[in-house]
């Protein structure tokens, strides 16, 4: 006589297995999973900027602004100095002049590097989450003066500060005034301006205005001229 049990399915060890794959998914969704990220906080007066950076995983970083014609130039950064966890610095290798290496690991990299007509250019080897701060007095998002481009978000600090707090980005509001944000991009690119280019752009696409008007009006009194002697 065969045992009454034999070919009983172990509910016992699927009910575990179960319980085991639902607790692993909520740890991974209670745990924030560590990405790499690069804040920028510009200048008070915008020529420019301090470079903070959290690298995960990475043994390299690069370190160039657009050319010219458009190309990857040498960006010259200063006071530049690589962090291991434990606090070591470590020394970087020149790979190029637009790229630095270093042994794969997990870094604080902080440097300091001037801008060029207020325009914030960063590439990167893996993809980013970047913030850009802005001192007051500069604006952005303007299509012509301060286009953002990869879809980053502006945010105004001071009234958007519990959305920033929610993207785990923390602003002094009485030194920044705007926030711009990327999430997981390997480019990021954005023109800024002081408060007074508004007024100047306004001024000048008026007087753009009256010169079209004054020649418009004039071709039109030529042409009704010319079919009045036909």
Known sequence: MQPANRDR????????CAVTAVLLIGILLIVPVSANTATY?????????????TLV???????????????????KATNLTLTAENGTVVNVTRQSSTQISFPEGNYTLVYDAPLDGYLMYAQ????????????????TN??????????GKTYQIAGETQQLQEL??????????TAVVWTDKREIQMRFYPASYEKYFVICMGLWFILFC????RYWRLRRKATQYL
């Open 9 to 16: 399915p172990d509910y016992s060890g699927t009910a575990l």
């Open 41 to 53: 906080y510009v200048a008070e007066n915008g020529t420019s900027f301090s470079a903070e950076v």
């Open 57 to 75: 995983n990475q043994s390299g970083y690069l370190l160039l602004t657009p050319g010219f014609i458009g190309e990857g130039a040498e960006l």
């Open 124 to 139: 990167y080897l893996s993809p980013f989450n970047t913030t850009v701060l802005l001192p007051a007095g500069f604006h």
């Open 142 to 151: 303007n299509l012509l003066l301060g286009p953002v481009s990869n879809d």
């Open 168 to 177: 785990g980005i923390v602003a002094n509001t009485t030194q920044y005034e």
């Open 214 to 217: 004054g020649v418009g009006y």
